[in-house]
């Protein structure tokens, strides 16, 4: 007599071709793809064992820093031919294969829905297999008095299937050994020293005409000239990306020049490889898959220790009203930021008031940007009735720093560079140059 469960496991292993295929197509067409797809899948989710090879290849060229196309592919691909012949070889030679690929993929922005159908069906055939597991510890003894015993082994088999791709064993670490790394490896990595360390988010807000794209303009050179852009002092020059989303090149630069001019006047030349600018009055949309691989692709291009962008508002040609909407724009940041790059995001201030009926210094939007950086800062005209004429404006922090800076409390324009630290307390160092 055929046991009923015995015909459950008699269809075939769910699985789809087709998003495999999508899958890997949208890795080869697209940077910002591929890093979704790395991230959300491992060799064994795919059903066809040659796109387990594949997908390990395309990765591995990822972790070595090299692209991921099908020239740059195809020695890699020869190189693992004894794995791929043993997976049942490809169906044409590799470079077509490799093009039926990126034409199986309808559109690379897709590629998180393709993984999540390839990583929901690999998940399913683990459980089936623990299933038949569990199933045949209940028939291969007679003697059911260990009845615990035979639990735990199918508490086992389920843990498998949760914890597949999941990495090797444990990582959290005990306090001893948490804390036993060598207190170098914790040394700060400052882009500018006491302001902006590697790997750091600054959104600067401002109301309008408040001059916080000329600051960033001019954090920017000097950062790139290894001038310290509060103190004066110098520093290690960085290398800059600043990527201008809303004024168009003619405008930046008659007021880029100056800067760099004044730079060159005190000694410190800015050389060509530490700025790079790019003006898109146009916008962009980091949503998109075409616009985001852009941005990646310049920044693999750069490495920037610094990264300048903005507004907010030209990095999508919608509202970014609420936090699903903020969360494509959010993602392609952090992409930055895994880079290595500072990221200093420009935005606009909000039109709420605060308390004294004040402008509220907060970004527009998503309370998703509130948490996001680890420093929010907005320019604010200072509460003096000749602040605006003299163009004194506070330094307001909307958000609290997670971790101590040297950021100044105001700025007020004027003399060497458009602006200049200054301090509420006489006996404070601000301004002095």
């Known amino acids: ?59 591995g060229a990822m972790r070595a820093g090299l692209p991921a196309d099908p020239v740059d592919l195809r020695p890699r691909l020869f190189a693992v031919r004894d794995k791929l012949l043993a997976a049942g070889g490809l169906p044409a030679d590799q470079t077509d294969y490799l093009h039926t690929l990126m034409r199986a993929c309808p559109l690379p922005a897709n590629a998180r829905s393709y993984a999540r159908t390839v990583r929901g069906h690999a998940v399913t055939r683990r459980l089936r297999e623990g299933a038949r597991r569990i ?64 790997a750091d988010r600054l959104i600067l807000t401002g109301q309008e005409g408040a001059g916080k794209t000329m600051l960033l303009r001019q954090m920017a050179v000097m950062a790139a000239a290894g001038i310290h852009p509060f103190t004066y002092e110098p520093v290690k020059p960085c290398r800059v990306l600043f990527l201008d989303c809303e004024n168009t090149p003619r405008h930046t630069r008659r007021k880029m020049r100056p800067l760099v001019t004044q ?31 852009w941005l990646l692709r310049q920044a693999a291009a750069v490495m920037p220790d610094i990264t300048f962008l903005g507004p907010l508002y030209r990095l999508a040609p919608r509202a970014l009203q609420t936090d699903d909407e903020a969360a494509p724009i959010i993602a392609a940041l952090n992409l930055l930021r895994a880079r290595g790059s500072a990221v200093v995001l420009e935005a606009h201030a909000g ?61 007020t324009a004027g003399g060497t560079w458009p602006w200049r630290p200054v301090s509420r307390s006489p006996s404070a160092a601000w301004g002095a140059a």
């Open 135 to 198: 199933l045949q510890l209940t028939r291969e003894g007679e003697d059911l008095d260990d009845a615990h015993g035979l639990t735990e082994r199918a508490i086992r088999e389920l843990e498998a299937v949760r914890d597949a791709g999941a990495g090797d064993g444990i990582t959290v670490q005990t306090v001893t050994e948490f804390l036993g790394e060598d207190e170098d490896a914790d040394a700060y990595d400052w882009v500018i020293r006491g302001v902006l360390e590697r």
């Open 351 to 411: 039109h709420a008031t605060g308390p004294g009926g004040r402008r509220d210094p907060r970004p527009r939007g998503s309370s998703a940007f509130l948490g996001w950086p680890e420093f929010g800062y907005g320019l604010r005209w200072s509460d003096d009735e000749t602040a605006k004429a003299e163009r004194t404006v506070d330094m307001v922090a909307w958000r609290g720093d997670r971790d101590e800076r040297e950021w100044p409390e105001m700025l």
């Open 1 to 59: 007599m055929t046991d009923a469960y015995d015909d459950d496991f008699t269809a075939p292993e769910p699985h789809d071709l087709a998003a495999e295929r999508a899958a890997l197509g949208a890795m080869l067409l697209s940077e910002a793809a591929a890093e979704i797809c790395r991230q959300a899948l491992v060799p064994a989710d795919f059903y066809q064992g040659v796109h387990q090879v594949i997908f390990e290849t395309i990765t």
């Open 263 to 293: 730079a060159r006047l005190q000694g410190h030349e800015v050389d060509d490889a530490n700025l790079w600018i790019e003006c898109r009055p146009q916008g962009m949309d980091l949503a998109l898959d075409k616009d985001l691989s």
